[in-house]
């Protein structure tokens, strides 16, 4: 034991402590400022064939493109429903959307009701920008909601029950940004914020959050109402003639893509103008597949669209880019990642805790994400249609039975009474045109058997 003679010694170790108590906060404030800022940039409506680095050719996409060679892209990645609402609270909370009473997209009361689902999400879900606020995160949302707020749904929390500390939102959410909601409607010509500079208002959000949030880890869901129709080009580059052109129209689909590559450049540039673009985190990918599709041409050769649980509604595109962590230029065609593994996954990579009561239905794919493929190794499900009245599309052979399971290289669908059962080999047949289910009758009531537990197991509504 070291023996201190005399005022000398005494003040040697006084100073020595004073050094080190004053060197913990800074070591805490370096511990965060080393936390990778996490940016979940969730596309609107796109399709897997919209981009070109997944095979798509509708409309050059380049600087998307650029961020997928610099990072990782998931082949088999798949969103928590077919449609935006459920889509979206999947990966907010990390459980399947039905456990909290999501099926379809949220709309008025009547609609909500007759579809047998809540007006918003509680505020007793749990919520990934709650777990990473309560982790020195400052939190941010910049876009559209969904989850609950517009038409006549007035009570809807705000966003800071869900643990967001700043927020910009559209028509569709608890509380509208008044730049781009001047209307009581989704859009508008009387918006200071016109249509299509939506993309740009709200990368500029998230630089601006990032900048004065430098030396504190930042979460931020960047969520844009593109690639979601009504389609509004700008007016004096893309087209001449009637304003608004045909919301519908291909044309009109070019350029609201071109603009919105362009936003995602200006987003990774921007990372790099801050000094943060090493140290950040982005996931790209889309809420639900596309609509319309222009004859599968955006569905990437995928069967079906949004609102079907084959492929082309579920199975989207999907990169995540972290350098110096994420392996570059990257494709994985083996690993299977849910929505609801996001919130597992991001908390592992960027070290906030999690809950121990937290029971998510998603797995930590974090080895996925750093160049490791793997096999998932638990079912995936899903659900579309609980009655006729508000789920009755899409039209034809694109709309598909109300539930499915996906098991390895199996894909499973049929209704909730068992009927019209349809089994693929997802591995050997993604575009879903060979039925195995009457070859493969083991294999079909293994799966049927899980899908019915599954589905028996949610939570229903009793709204009449």
């Not at 990645?77 to 959307?97: E, F, K, N, Q, V």
């Not at 209307?183 to 998230?206: A, G, L, P």
């Not at 994420?326 to 805790?353: C, M, Q």
């Not at 930590?364 to 190794?377: A, E, H």
Request: charged letters at 25%; aromatic letters at 10%.
């Amino acid at each position: 034991m070291m023996k201190l003679t005399g005022i000398t010694g005494i003040c040697g170790l006084l100073m020595g402590i004073g050094l080190m108590l004053n060197a913990l906060p800074g070591d805490a404030q370096r511990k965060k400022a080393s936390q990778p800022n996490v940016i979940v940039i969730l596309t609107d409506d796109m399709g897997y064939g919209d981009i070109g680095a997944f095979g798509g050719d509708i409309v050059p996409t380049p600087n998307i493109d650029k961020l997928a060679a610099s990072g990782l892209k998931l082949t088999q990645y798949y969103s928590g429903a077919p449609i935006c609402s459920p889509s979206r609270a999947s990966i907010l909370t990390g459980m399947y959307p039905g456990k909290w009473n999501f099926t379809t997209f949220l709309d008025t009361r009547k609609h909500n009701r007759d579809a047998e689902q809540i007006d918003y999400l509680t505020t007793q879900a749990p919520s990934i920008a709650r777990f990473f606020k309560n982790s020195g995160y400052a939190t941010g949302h910049f876009g559209k909601w969904h989850m609950g707020g517009g038409r006549d749904v007035t009570d809807a929390p705000g966003f800071a029950q869900y643990g967001f500390d700043e927020h910009a939102s559209t028509y569709e959410s608890p509380e509208p940004d008044p730049a781009i909601t001047a209307t009581n409607w989704i859009w508008s010509e009387k918006d200071s914020i016109k249509r299509w500079d939506r993309s740009q208002y709200f990368v500029d959000k998230t630089l601006d959050f990032l900048r004065r949030h430098e030396g504190q880890p930042c979460f931020i869901n960047l969520w844009p109402d593109d690639v979601h129709t009504p389609w509004v080009p700008r007016v004096e580059t893309e087209y001449t003639g009637k304003f608004p052109m045909n919301p519908q129209e291909e044309a009109a689909f070019k350029g609201v893509l071109k603009e919105y590559d362009v936003q995602v450049g200006r987003l990774v540039e921007g990372l790099k103008a801050l000094g943060m673009a090493d140290n950040t985190i982005i996931i790209f990918t889309s809420d639900n597949g596309a609509l319309p599709t222009f004859g599968g041409r955006r569905s990437g050769g995928l069967r079906g669209s949004k609102l079907s649980l084959y492929e082309g509604g579920i199975n989207m595109p999907f990169i995540v880019s972290w350098p110096g962590h994420i392996p570059a230029n990257r494709t994985d065609e083996r690993s299977e990642v849910h929505a609801t593994d996001l919130l597992p996954t991001l908390a592992k990579l960027s070290g906030v805790k999690i809950p121990k009561d937290y029971a998510g239905d998603g797995l930590d794919r974090s080895n996925v994400f750093l160049g490791k493929s793997s096999l998932r190794g638990k079912e995936i499900f899903w659900e579309y249609g609980r009655n006729d009245i508000a789920y009755n599309y899409p039209k034809g052979t694109d709309r598909s039975p109300r539930l499915a399971v996906r098991s390895g290289e199996w894909k499973l669908l049929m209704n909730a009474d068992g009927s019209n059962a349809e089994l693929y080999n997802i591995a050997k047949d993604r575009a879903e045109t060979n039925n195995l289910q009457a070859g493969e009758p083991q294999v079909t009531k293994e799966l049927s058997g899980k899908l019915s537990a599954w589905w028996q197991s949610l939570p229903k509504l009793n709204v009449h």
